[in-house]
């Protein structure tokens, strides 16, 4: 576990979690009609898989400006989340 850790692969495999993650709720969705609305699943998604991709750009020592890019794609992903969230809640705004 040390070595899959300290070389980044753990990333890799969550990133693999996420993706099967992705597929399962968006056919669970598509199936039943429940569940998730697909656009929740991917921002949610969008946002945990950015920040997993930052960090495997943190482990390789990539250049600072892809680990940035990785954290803002993972902001953009968030925000949209939060105000489709808030839209729901309030839908007069």
């Known amino acids: ?30 199936i039943s009609g429940k569940g998730l609305p697909i656009t929740t699943v991917i921002c949610n998604a969008g946002a945990g ?16 400006h892809w680990v940035a890019a990785a954290l803002l794609g993972s902001l953009v992903f968030h925000t949209i989340d939060l105000v489709q969230r808030w839209r729901a809640e309030n839908p007069s705004r």
């Open 49 to 64: 898989g950015s920040l997993m991709v930052a960090l495997k750009l943190v482990w390789v020592e990539a250049a600072w």
């Open 1 to 30: 576990m040390q070595a899959w850790i300290e070389s980044g692969r753990i990333a890799d495999v969550m990133l693999a979690v996420i993706a099967v993650e992705i597929i399962a709720l968006i056919a669970y969705r598509l």
